[in-house]
């Protein structure tokens, strides 16, 4: 069997090791178009808890992490001027450069044959392989080439978002964000190494192009970083830094895109990592979902070894829905940062302002499973704020702040009432039902309905899905100082969290 693999990141290398590995007897060869020890960008992160199938593999990414990596426990967020920690994070991160070079030479053990500074103009050149694997990146030529059968299709989100490296050692993954003379600007900066952290900072369009981060020539050749982005990023984070500088590796402005693919396969041809799917850096490693593609489709060519559409079609089918499972997971992360400068403003408390962030993706319930005190520490927060736990804590008359819905009000557990109605476009002094849309594309129409509801007693929020109707919420209390109730299929704990997180002042369940 002959195997191709275009791309040599490390799910390609890592994909190449394991079929060799199954396959002494196959020639297998992996085509990179840079040099050996080029590499962009800085660190890959990874959590404890995800390395199971990967180690089960091989475990040259544990041994990584273990002898050039650094782990930490804690995140931290900074905002305000002070700093919220929360444990049971447990992750790991290593340079990316290292982690290439340990792949390199475990595929180079096990036969692989290597090509640098080799790229692949013609799919034509690849006609002689048994099986061709596109793991060429997010803007994988080959998805492009033949995307009538790939149907490749992507999400780009509104936000900036650049990579440096910093000689400043965090501790841990954290969070960074400052309010400047521009806009807001936020961090994620953790530690690959003991000399050196990562540092992707992120913004929104407006507060870029106010701080003139717009004039950098996107044409400019890969290798070259944007040195006044640089020097204006380490004046604005020079005390979280402590004055360290910031490091450049083709560091250049661009707006994160969701990528997916209709399908990851045609004929003896399939897609692997970025090339076939990205998941917000922010929750989803890029890295760890390429090298969780390589362990899937190695085990599909173990399992049908004499037919390969059949193995990809393995390979798919057990793979997607991982895939969008962390997808699906990413997106209400991605969403955040699309508002973070809202919620830097808005919460004006670093403690509900770290809840609101650490719970973007997971309730409380989970938090506290990874850390009780701090959970237990933002329960007193309300506590001492309301005197009593956030579902017992009254509002305008209501015993508490679980209600129930009906068509013309919201009733509280004894039975008093705010009433509701619908949206008529017409200034109402009671609560006003808005309904959430179905899609984010959607949501424009709706939150221009929320505006013309000042005035209203109170916004109530129905339909949708669960990360519309927080955003329809979020703009009638965060931009228009209107109280919200959202309704949905809520238990106890998702309510909770929506209430101390600032995200609604009632929680509702359809009657």
Known sequence: MRVACVGGGPGGLFLATLIKRDRPESEVVVFERNRPDDTFGFGVVFSDATLGAIDAADPVLSEALEKHGRHWDEIEVRVHGARERVGGMGMAAVVRKTLLTLLQERARAEGVTMRFQHEINDPAELDGFDLVVACDGANSRFRQIFADDFGPAAEVAAAKFIWFGTT??????????????????????????????????????????AAGLDAFDPATPPGVSDEKTKAYLERLFHDQLDGHLLVGNNSRWANFATRKARSWRRGNWALLGDAAHTAHFSVGSGTKMAMEDAVALAQALAETPHDVPAALELYERRRRPQVEKIQNSARPSLSWWEHFGRYVRSFDDPVQFAFHFLTRSIPRAKLAVRDRHYAERVDRWWRERHGAPPLDTPFRGLPGRRVTATGAALVGDDGTEIPMAPFTGLSSASGVWIDAP?????????????????????VGVRGGTPLTRVLVAEEARLAHGLPAAIVGPYDDDTATTLLLSGRADLVGVAE
Do not use: C, K, N
């Open 168 to 209: 400043y050692m965090f501790d841990g993954l954290t969070f960074v964000h400052e309010d400047g003379p521009h806009g807001v600007f936020a961090a994620h900066a953790y530690p690959i190494s003991d000399s050196l952290s990562t540092f992707i900072v992120e913004t929104d369009a407006s507060s870029w192009a």
């Open 438 to 458: 179905d899609s984010e594309a959607d949501l424009p129409q709706v939150l221009a309905q929320v505006r013309a509801s000042v005035g209203a007693s109170l």
